[in-house]
């Protein structure tokens, strides 16, 4: 496997989100100017309906108190802060006897707040101020009872705030009637030009509170102003991202070598000692052989093998664990009854090289019917000649193998027949099955015919309950291992263990 130096995995993870980000930035910026666009016509449009409704309370209390003679309480009312707010540049009244006042005291003329005579007749209704000196123009309100005219010439600047943000001239809004030839008093706002930009965009809504359309226009001031933040976040975030990455593979890094360090350290103590779980034949209740299962002895604790055991195989460490389990194992094995075996997990690298052969040979035990060797399933043998040839001499030796975890990998079969193996232990995935109606009956029951047909010695895994062991031996599987009858055990709770079963 291609072994890549920490420092290139750092350089590469740092490297990683910038590169993935930099070519997808330009359909981020689309992406993004486009949601600018649109959270701005949403911002419009709720300070629109806002605005109207304010206006409408407020204008609708201030036309009922008018005396319409300009006097000192109209003058007031025209000047009070609760009808003239930030929403009314200017309000005023006309008389019918065509005298007038405004809130700023005197008068305006007609025509300059756009109800000249030939403004629209009705009661009420929007009209503009005059267009003079290329100012912008303003509604105007108004309303009118009995001959006098009130008017309100509305404050467009809120507009103007809104479009000036998040960028200056990025935007132009205009407004058209929903009906053909219906008059607007509304006036475009904003960048004029944009509209007629090439690859400018638009998106429109119906305001709600009037028959208008509204169309926001955004080009490319808009779409700098997105690249320009894409940039700035996508590529300090990405650096960002990089940063975390990098620290992350360093603990890692740190957290694997100082578990690599605890393990190496282990070895030298000779802290990797066996437990051994009973495995019994279930017509005669005698305890067969065992399982020997790794233990790490940790002070006072046990450390199970599945917080340790792939990564000490992947770090090379696991021939030293197994020599030093493998000398425990012998030296038990004086202990235990003469016809028991003990039953050994092996991985790969054992038997693709003569590894295990070297190992029993520096031990030299005399009985090999007394020690045998599970190879599981459930990791691939990549050199499965080597290991058909470390095995058959094993096998001429007078050793045993058993196939470990059968049925939950992929080479189980071809693993039997190339390597001469004539023991399957059939899973504890399986044996939970028994008594359910699980799709993996079937499976533990085709493995079962399978081993009875090609007269496999099977054990089962696993096995917890009596239904399970009841199950399992009308099936013609008598050898159990489980916690049914009893658990991994140091060689001290396993004597006493043995006493008590006989
Ligand atoms: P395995 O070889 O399949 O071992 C059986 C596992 O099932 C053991 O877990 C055992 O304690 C557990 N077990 C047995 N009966 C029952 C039961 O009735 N109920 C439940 N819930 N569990 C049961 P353990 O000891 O934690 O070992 C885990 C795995 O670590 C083993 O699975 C084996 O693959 C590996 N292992 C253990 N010792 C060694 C070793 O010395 N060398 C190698 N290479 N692998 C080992
Ligand atoms: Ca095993
Ligand atoms: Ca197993």
Same mark, same amino acid.
């Given at each position: 496997?291609?072994?890549?130096?920490?420092?290139?995995?750092?350089?590469?993870?740092?490297?990683?989100?910038?590169?993935?980000?930099?070519?997808?930035?330009?359909?981020?910026?689309?992406?993004?100017?486009?949601?600018?666009?649109?959270?701005?016509?949403?911002?419009?449009?709720?300070?629109?309906?806002?605005?109207?409704?304010?206006?409408?309370?407020?204008?609708?209390?201030?036309?009922?108190?008018?005396?319409?003679?300009?006097?000192?309480?109209?003058?007031?009312?025209?000047?009070?802060?609760?009808?003239?707010?930030?929403?009314?540049?200017?309000?005023?009244?006309?008389?019918?006897?065509?005298?007038?006042?405004?809130?700023?005291?005197?008068?305006?003329?007609?025509?300059?707040?756009?109800?000249?005579?030939?403004?629209?007749? =009705?009661?009420?209704?929007?009209?503009?101020?005059?267009?003079?000196?290329?100012?912008?123009?303003?509604?105007?309100?108004?309303?009118?009872?009995?001959?006098?005219?009130?008017?309100?010439?509305?404050?467009?600047?809120?507009?103007?705030?809104?479009?000036?943000?998040?960028?200056?001239?990025?935007?132009?809004?205009?407004?058209?009637?929903?009906?053909?030839?219906?008059?607007?008093?509304?006036?475009?706002?904003?960048?004029?030009?944009?509209?007629?930009?090439?690859?400018?965009?638009?998106?429109?809504?119906?305001?709600?509170?009037? =028959?208008?359309?509204?169309?926001?226009?955004?080009?490319?001031?808009?779409?700098?102003?997105?690249?320009?933040?894409?940039?700035?976040?996508?590529?300090?975030?990405?650096?960002?991202?990089?940063?975390?990455?990098?620290?992350?593979?360093?603990?890692?890094?740190?957290?694997?070598?100082? /578990?690599?360090?605890?393990?190496?350290?282990?070895?030298?103590?000779?802290?990797?000692?066996?437990?051994?779980?009973?495995?019994?034949?279930?017509?005669? /209740?005698?305890?067969?052989?065992?399982?020997?299962?790794?233990?790490?002895?940790?002070?006072?604790?046990?450390?199970?093998?599945?917080?340790?055991?792939?990564?000490?195989?992947?770090?090379?460490?696991?021939?030293?664990?197994?020599?030093?389990?493998?000398?425990?194992?012998?030296?038990?094995?004086?202990?235990?009854?003469?016809? =028991?075996?003990?039953?050994?997990?092996?991985?790969?690298?054992?038997?693709?090289?003569?590894?295990?052969?070297?190992?029993?040979?520096?031990?030299?035990?005399?009985?090999?019917?007394?020690?045998?060797?599970?190879?599981?399933?459930?990791?691939?043998?990549?050199?499965?000649?080597?290991?058909?040839?470390?095995?058959?001499?094993?096998?001429?030796?007078?050793?045993?193998?058993?196939?470990?975890?059968?049925?939950?990998?992929?080479?189980?079969?071809?693993?039997?027949?190339?390597?001469?193996?004539?023991?399957?232990?059939?899973?504890?995935?399986?044996?939970?099955?028994?008594?359910?109606?699980?799709?993996?009956?079937?499976?533990?029951?085709?493995?079962?015919?399978?081993?009875?047909?090609?007269?496999?010695?099977?054990?089962?895994?696993?096995?917890?309950?009596?239904?399970?062991?009841?199950?399992?031996?009308?099936?013609?599987?008598?050898?159990?291992?489980?916690?049914?009858?009893?658990?991994?055990?140091?060689?001290?709770?396993?004597?006493?263990?043995?006493?008590?079963?006989?």
């Amino acid at each position: 496997m291609l072994r890549i130096s920490p420092f290139w995995n750092s350089l590469l993870l740092l490297l990683a989100p910038v590169l993935l980000v930099l070519p997808l930035s330009p359909l981020a910026t689309d992406l993004w100017a486009h949601h600018l666009l649109s959270s701005k016509l949403e911002q419009i449009q709720i300070a629109q309906q806002t605005r109207h409704q304010d206006l409408d309370q407020v204008l609708r209390e201030q036309m009922g108190r008018f005396a319409f003679d300009c006097g000192s309480g109209d003058l007031a009312l025209l000047r009070d802060p609760k009808f003239y707010n930030n929403h009314i540049r200017l309000q005023g009244l006309q008389l019918a006897s065509g005298e007038g006042c405004s809130s700023l005291g005197p008068a305006i003329p007609p025509a300059a707040v756009g109800l000249s005579a030939t403004y629209p007749s =009705q009661e009420r209704g929007l009209t503009a101020t005059a267009s003079q000196f290329d100012t912008e123009q303003e509604l105007v309100a108004y309303f009118r009872i009995g001959g006098n005219t009130i008017y309100w010439v509305l404050n467009n600047s809120w507009t103007h705030d809104l479009l000036k943000t998040p960028c200056a001239n990025c935007f132009f809004i205009e407004f058209t009637p929903l009906e053909r030839g219906q008059h607007t008093q509304l006036f475009p706002r904003g960048e004029r030009a944009i509209k007629e930009e090439p690859d400018s965009q638009s998106l429109s809504a119906v305001s709600p509170s009037s =028959q208008l359309k509204q169309t926001l226009w955004a080009g490319a001031a808009l779409r700098e102003y997105a690249r320009e933040q894409v940039y700035l976040y996508g590529f300090w975030g990405s650096v960002a991202l990089g940063v975390v990455l990098v620290a992350l593979y360093w603990l890692q890094r740190n957290y694997r070598r100082s /578990l690599k360090s605890l393990l190496e350290a282990g070895i030298e103590r000779r802290e990797f000692t066996p437990f051994y779980q009973p495995i019994v034949d279930s017509r005669t /209740l005698r305890v067969v052989g065992f399982e020997a299962l790794l233990r790490w002895q940790r002070g006072g604790d046990q450390v199970s093998p599945g917080a340790f055991i792939d990564y000490a195989e992947e770090q090379g460490l696991i021939m030293p664990m197994t020599g030093q389990l493998l000398e425990q194992v012998i030296k038990d094995l004086c202990v235990l009854g003469a016809e =028991q075996w003990v039953s050994v997990n092996l991985v790969a690298a054992h038997i693709e090289q003569p590894r295990l052969r070297e190992l029993l040979q520096r031990h030299h035990w005399p009985s090999p019917l007394r020690l045998t060797f599970e190879l599981t399933e459930r990791n691939p043998i990549t050199d499965i000649e080597g290991a058909a040839r470390e095995i058959t001499a094993l096998q001429q030796r007078g050793y045993h193998f058993k196939l470990d975890d059968f049925g939950t990998g992929y080479g189980g079969f071809a693993y039997l027949q190339q390597l001469g193996i004539r023991q399957i232990k059939i899973d504890k995935m399986f044996v939970d099955t028994i008594g359910t109606n699980d799709l993996k009956r079937s499976v533990l029951d085709a493995i079962i015919a399978f081993g009875r047909e090609s007269d496999m010695e099977m054990i089962a895994e696993g096995v917890e309950t009596r239904e399970q062991v009841e199950y399992l031996s009308q099936q013609g599987v008598y050898l159990i291992q489980g916690y049914v009858y009893g658990k991994p055990m140091s060689l001290a709770q396993l004597l006493k263990w043995q006493t008590l079963w006989q």
